[in-house]
């Protein structure tokens, strides 16, 4: 069996990580190809694709991103596709068990549901028939965190150098 995969959505950066394996980071910008698969982050090869950022922002919102050829793109799409790119990057040829996303804790309630329904589209995202969990950055972390003054401190550092600060 293989190992899950967690996937974190930043504004800057997208973060996916597998057991024994190094995190591997990203910018959020996506490279459309016409004849390949995406490919996240920076790259040299943006002048033969179209490059498209800022979708991280703008997941939720009704009104499509526009690219620099004219063509129209939902940012939730665009996300998902990022994602998948993600899971392909540190997956190789064996694919995940499970998928986990961290949304960021910014964004509300029509971003959440947009993300959870193109997700629920992509079979790539969709292991064994299980599309992927998803959950608010930090959230999980602060009730277990109440109790044990160490781990509040880190979990306050790692909020407080993010958007938003949030104490535990």
Not at 95 to 121: C, F, H, K, N, Q
């Amino acid at each position: 069996m293989s190992d899950p995969v967690g996937l974190s959505i930043g504004m800057t950066n997208l973060v996916a990580a597998r057991v024994g394996n190094a995190p591997v980071t990203r910018r959020a910008v996506l490279t459309l190809f016409p004849d390949r698969a995406p490919v996240v982050g920076v790259t040299d090869q943006a002048d033969h694709g179209v490059v498209m950022g800022g979708f991280v922002e703008r997941v939720g919102d009704p009104i499509p991103l526009v690219a620099a050829d004219g063509s129209k793109y939902h940012a939730a799409r665009l996300m998902v596709e990022a994602l998948a790119a993600m899971v392909d990057t540190v997956s190789g040829a064996a694919p995940p068990s499970e998928i986990v996303i961290a949304v960021p804790t910014y964004w509300g309630p029509a971003a959440v549901a947009a993300l959870r329904d193109e997700v629920a589209s992509a079979p790539s995202l969709a292991p064994n028939n299980v599309p992927a969990r998803m959950f608010r950055t930090h959230t999980r972390l602060l009730p277990r965190c109440r109790s044990a003054p160490a781990c509040r401190r880190r979990v306050w550092w790692r909020c407080s150098t993010s958007a938003r600060t949030v104490r535990a």
